[in-house]
């Protein structure tokens, strides 16, 4: 046992409550849908922004409940996905029911639903080994009612828990001030690249400044900016668009464990490089091929594939790396087009349009350079171009700095979920709450 919670019982998951699992009402009988029992799935709960669950896809009626294995539970029982998905865990808010995929506590007088909730979350590697099944992970109701862990006193598990919620309180928080940002960011940018900034670094007023825009083939522009491609930015020293090397140039025999990097589909997410999935070729291979070599700020894009159009600007670490055939690299002349700036135009709706009009439909489903060359754009003078790309940094640097505190809010919520949770660090008495759920 360990040290500091030798008056912590040890118990079995089923002296926390009734364990009870779940159902689903035959769809073939349309009178047990559609009411107002909600009726909660797995994915439900892993797409759970918070620990409550308050409202459900779909609901059951009396009928259903009645005609199913789907059980009412009380607000404060402790849902858990026991099939497929392991180990999570929410919170009813409301009176609901679930499906088969969960095993729920209905908490009795000795424990906490919201310790209950955080206790559970710490068992998942012990449901992982106990769960059976050969099409998916499942645990069975005996197996997770044996489960064994250490229990306090319900007063020592509402401190336990109200600390934790109040760790989480603050990551909702902060979650929330990123997203606000994020909605911020996302109207800026489309200001930005409809109406563009005046010489006093102003957005252009359409309505009160009609002359300071005209009409194009792209629609109404801002006076001053072009309707041009990519070749129209291109480089003086490099290619403008490339295709990284066929097979027979790049296969798998030229992987090695170590090396330069060699970025590939996978790669690419929307706005940024995933390198989590890496390959690598020797250096000399990537003499070979140097002329597929990246450079940070040159815009990649997946070209095959339901990923096709899917684009990010190569970072710092990118630089030197290679591209695979199923990548197109776009690079540009710094004095003309700013990267930032071109990755926003393409991003846009009217680029979007293009390239999904020309990248062609079923198992070929892609786009070429040829067609990367053909979409258009209409681009204002860099100096404007960097007054939004430094509007779009200064608005970046706020959101960077939350993402900073949110990650430090999860480190601690971790570090004290291990501490708490197992007795290492026991908290104090002090006031907790006055009601058994606060959602």
Not at 158 to 187: C, E, H, Y
Request: aromatic letters at 6%.
């Amino acid at each position: 046992m360990t040290a500091g919670m030798t008056d912590w019982d040890d118990v079995a998951i089923n002296t926390f409550g009734e364990i009870v699992g779940g159902g689903t009402p035959s769809r073939a009988t349309p009178s047990f849908w559609n009411g107002t029992i909600p009726w909660v799935t797995p994915g439900e709960i892993k797409a759970l922004p918070g620990k409550y669950v308050q409202d459900t896809q779909e609901r059951i009626t009396r009928d259903g409940l009645a005609g199913s294995a789907a059980k009412l539970l009380p607000v404060g029982s402790v849902v858990v996905t026991t099939r497929a998905t392991l180990g999570e865990a929410a919170i009813a808010a409301v009176p609901l029911t679930t499906n088969q995929g969960f095993k729920s506590i209905i908490p009795n007088e000795d424990t906490d639903s919201l310790f209950a909730y955080y206790r559970i979350q710490m068992l998942k590697p012990e449901m992982v080994r106990l769960a059976s099944g050969t099409t998916f992970l499942e645990i069975s109701k005996a197996d997770f009612s044996r489960i064994r862990t250490h229990r306090p006193k319900r007063t020592e598990q509402i401190r336990i828990a109200n600390l934790l919620d109040v760790v989480d309180q603050a990551i909702a928080k902060t979650g929330a001030v990123i997203a606000k940002l994020r909605q911020v960011r996302a109207g800026l940018l489309h200001d930005l690249l409809a109406r563009g900034l005046d010489t006093n670094g102003q957005l252009r007023d359409p309505v009160d400044h009609p002359g300071q825009f005209r009409e194009s083939p792209l629609g109404r522009i801002p006076q001053g900016w072009r309707v041009c491609g990519v070749l129209d930015v291109a480089p003086p020293d490099r290619q403008a668009i490339l295709t990284g090397p066929f097979g027979a140039q790049l296969g798998h025999r030229d992987f090695v464990s170590d090396g330069i990097p060699v970025l590939r589909i996978g790669n690419v997410q929307s706005g940024f490089i995933d390198w989590s999935d890496t390959q690598f070729v020797s250096p000399s291979k990537a003499i070979e091929l140097r002329r597929f070599t990246v450079t940070t700020g040159d815009l990649l894009f997946a070209r095959q594939g339901a990923t096709t159009g899917r684009n990010a600007l190569a970072d710092k670490r990118a630089d030197g790396a290679l591209i695979n055939y199923h990548i197109i690299r776009v690079a540009t002349d710094r004095t003309r087009c700013e990267p930032v700036f071109l990755q926003a135009l393409f991003n846009t709706e009217s680029a979007v349009r293009q390239i999904n009009r020309d990248k062609g439909r079923g198992t070929r489903e892609g786009i070429n350079t040829a067609q990367i060359s053909d979409l258009r754009f209409a681009l204002p003078s860099i100096e404007e171009q960097r007054l939004a790309v430094a509007a779009l940094s200064q608005h970046d640097g706020q959101e960077n700095s939350e993402k900073a505190t949110l990650e430090k809010l999860h480190a601690v919520k971790a570090g004290l979920m291990s501490d708490l949770l197992t007795g290492r660090v026991r908290v104090p008495e002090v006031q907790h709450r006055s009601k058994p759920l606060d959602p």
